[in-house]
């Protein structure tokens, strides 16, 4: 039974991490989720607080290059770590993967070194690392003279952070890693997630028999998926792997997301990224290998006018995935918590229970992000 001595928070609706909940309530000690109950096992002595709209847990994004003005690759720090997580944090993203895109050896080392420093630092889960080992004709805006086979030295650096119990996924092509090696890096508890490959389906089904579990942006940087040629796309989308999509109207067409949703076999292997780049939370524009990438029309592009990255927060996303391709709350909100938690083997991040309230997030009867639960105002409760 409720304790008449905690805070109750009524919301109209409650995406408790698993599904979305109409009249429940969660008792609140100290600013911390202690019970969730039905708002019916409320009694009268008790202190509540009505809340308009939907209550979550906070959103967790496996890709994000940088934030508030910090790229990670320019800056592989621990300080930069934590800055990066805490630019995104206001924004309902609470939980976030660094991620260390192509470039020099030492680069990546030091993302390393940082990821090891910063180990539970609030909001940062572990590390991405996407790349080098790519494939040249997709490497996006990679810098082709940082692009190389698989090297000892990746394999290292992964088992360093998965020794200290750190979270990775690794974004590799199977043009530039051989079976043995994916099953090298899956064996450490990584997840090996296909991206910037321009493969065909059948090389990926191998790759995925080796121990790859995961694409990194569906759709992106993959060869496409043809009538006679499923291509990387295909074979994702068929496949029962994880695969995190950009849900921005930029980088795939709002269509297309939505039917991929639809044709995958099973459920919850879908989840949001946003891609994020130094924009979110931060200044127009920011240097990657030297060169200056801004903000135009909504876009992050390079000098060429090309794609560089995405400016979107999640929060942006989840709600472009509901009012716009017309995806069920209740999917899109484990596509944003549930699903990149459960990847990452983090299953308490999709939880309330024991949750302060700046770790939750509060959305409009719109599905926009309305602020992260601390913002609340909680003075002269009402009794139930």
């Known amino acids: 039974m409720p304790k008449a001595d905690l805070l109750w928070l009524c919301p109209d609706h409650l995406f408790d991490g698993e599904r979305l909940l109409a ?89 390393v070194e940082a990821s090891l420093a910063a180990r539970g630092a609030r909001g940062v889960i572990g590390l991405h690392i996407e790349g080098p080992h790519l494939s040249l004709p997709r490497r996006g805006t990679h810098d082709p003279a940082f692009v ?13 952070l998965r020794a200290a119990a750190i979270p990775v996924m690794i ?26 490959t321009d493969t065909d389906a059948e090389t990926i089904r191998t790759a995925l028999k080796a121990g790859a579990t995961c694409f990194t942006h569906l759709f992106n940087a993959m060869s496409p998926m043809l009538n006679r040629a499923p291509g990387v796309t295909g074979a994702a989308i068929n496949s029962t792997a994880y695969a995190g999509i950009i849900c921005d109207g930029i980088h795939v067409a709002d269509e297309m997301v ?8 099973v459920p919850d292997r879908m989840f949001l ?13 920011f240097t990657l290998y030297g060169r200056t990438i801004r903000v135009q029309d909504g876009r992050l592009v390079n000098a060429e006018g090309s794609l560089a990255g ?69 003075d002269e409760p009402a009794r139930a």
């Open 310 to 378: 995405a400016h979107v927060t999640m929060a942006q996303s989840l709600q472009r995935l509901i009012s716009v391709v017309g995806v069920a709350p209740e999917t899109a909100l484990r596509m944003a918590v549930t699903v990149p938690a459960r990847l990452m083997g983090q299953p308490a991040l999709a939880r309330v229970e024991g949750r302060p309230l700046d770790d939750l997030v509060r959305l409009g009867a719109d599905w926009s992000f309305q602020g992260l639960g601390s913002t609340l105002a909680l």
């Open 148 to 160: 190389r086979p698989f090297e000892p030295t990746t394999l290292a650096h992964v088992q360093r």
């Open 171 to 196: 974004t590799v092509a199977p043009e530039s890693v051989s079976p043995d090696q994916i099953a090298a890096l899956a064996a450490t508890g990584a997840v090996v997630s296909l991206g910037h």
């Open 273 to 285: 990224v946003s891609d994020a780049m130094a924009t979110v939370g931060g200044p127009d524009s």
């Open 258 to 265: 939505g039917l991929a949703i639809r044709a995958r076999p």
């Open 23 to 111: 009249a429940h309530a969660l008792g609140l000690r100290d600013g911390v989720v202690e019970v969730v109950v039905p708002q019916a096992d409320l009694a009268p002595r008790d202190a509540v607080q009505r809340v308009a709209g939907t209550l979550s847990t906070g959103f967790i994004d496996l890709q994000v290059n940088g934030g508030g003005g910090i790229l990670l690759n320019n800056t592989p720090t621990p300080e930069a770590l934590v800055a990066i997580a805490a630019a995104h944090r206001p924004l309902g993203t609470v939980a976030l993967l660094p991620t260390v895109i192509t470039d020099r050896a030492e680069v990546l080392a030091r993302a």
